[in-house]
């Protein structure tokens, strides 16, 4: 007989009380005694969030002096360029380290090809060009897909029904050129065709931009999470079809060690991660795996959910921003890219 086992007589059917004490059970090691209070909590909390780790992503549009709510995102706006100024001294002055910009193209302007990208005055390389004049602290990172320049809405230069790579690749990093050229001090490529880093890289460092970063959208899924955003460049009416043929299966994870893996290999300085929160196990395997600055995209959709659970009363809204945030930096990221960034700034 062991001291686990009991006697018939004297155990019922169903036993509720240990019979062993906590103390035995445990081994005397109680968790829970570094939780007791808010000064050992602090003390013993292995994640921080700070102002350093915000990427404020930033919508631009036409026009001066006005802005436009976007209804899928309450509290984000898309902004004229002297508002986005304004928008970016804001933000430096709460410390966050960087923006990212994204822009609002005219319907006009778009075409079959997305040319408008190789404008070196288009609407985001005019940005770029207020924003460092006025604010030469804060870092400017520019996405560099066709998307919000074609009349598809995809990222890509569609042809019989195919986005064609190589095509896409070359115009993709001439309009990388324009951006540095305008003062991008990082650029973002986000459209998931083959051998776009590199070729960025290249076209960098032949162009003088030895000094331009590359923040690789290295992992992006095939997502439904990107609605809210694809409303706020308006291209969510144009899309045809789905980005599947160049974004990665979400069911992957393999595929997207080799997506970062081959990245990295072509000059990429950072990645990414997009969505977010859903992909918290991508984060850490690039993590684990590269040990290289690793960011993640809490995209529209994201915030969307948090707002709009928020605004029927249905979670703390403030709260879940701040786990939320929280998790990606347990999750091994560096940084995030997120709607919440000012809002957080100021709170912190
Ligand atoms: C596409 C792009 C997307 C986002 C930024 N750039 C995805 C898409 O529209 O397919 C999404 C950002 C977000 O949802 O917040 N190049």
Redesign the pocket.
């Given at each position: 007989m062991n001291k686990f086992s009991r006697s018939p007589a004297t155990t019922p059917a169903i036993a509720i009380t240990p019979e062993r004490s906590v103390d035995e059970i445990t081994g005397s090691r109680r968790l829970r005694r570094m939780r007791k209070a808010d000064w050992s909590r602090r003390l013993v909390q292995e994640n921080h969030l700070t102002v350093d780790d915000l990427i404020w992503?930033l919508f631009l549009m036409e026009g001066s002096n006005a802005e436009e709510p976007i209804s899928a995102m309450p509290g984000v706006a898309r902004h004229t360029i002297d508002r986005a100024v304004r928008q970016a001294e804001r933000a430096a002055k709460l410390g966050i380290p960087a923006i990212a910009t994204?822009p609002r193209i005219e319907q006009s302007l778009r075409d079959e090809t997305g040319s408008h990208a190789l404008d070196a005055d288009n609407l985001i390389n005019r940005a770029t060009r207020a924003i460092k004049q006025a604010v030469p602290e804060i870092g400017i990172i520019t996405?560099v897909?066709l998307?919000p320049f074609t009349s598809h809405?995809h990222?890509g230069i569609l042809r019989d029904g195919e986005i064609i790579n190589d095509e896409t690749v070359s115009q993709v990093a001439a309009a990388a050129v324009e951006q540095a050229a305008a003062g991008a001090d990082i650029i973002a490529p986000?459209?998931m065709m083959d051998g776009r880093i590199g070729a960025i890289r290249d076209a960098l460092d032949r162009n003088g931009f030895q000094n331009v970063a590359i923040m690789s959208?290295a992992t992006?899924f095939a997502s439904a999470?990107?609605?809210?955003?694809?409303e706020a460049?308006g291209?969510g009416s144009l899309l045809k079809g789905d980005?599947k043929t160049y974004?990665i299966d979400p069911a992957n994870t393999d595929e997207a060690l080799r997506e970062a893996e081959q990245d990295l290999a072509e000059g990429a300085d950072m990645l990414m991660v997009?969505?977010g929160l859903p992909y918290l196990d991508i984060a850490r395997r690039l993590k684990d795996t590269f040990a290289v600055p690793t960011f993640a995209?809490q995209?529209?959709?994201e915030?969307a959910m948090i707002k709009a659970a928020s605004a029927n009363g249905w979670i703390d809204g403030e709260k879940a921003m701040f786990e939320s945030l929280l998790a990606f930096k347990r999750a091994g990221c560096d940084g995030v890219l997120t709607?919440f960034a000012l809002d957080v700034a100021e709170k912190l």
């Open positions: 992503p994204f996405d897909a998307d809405g990222d986000s459209d959208y992006k999470f990107y609605g809210p955003y694809r460049i291209t980005k974004y997009k969505p995209y995209v529209s959709g915030y709607y």
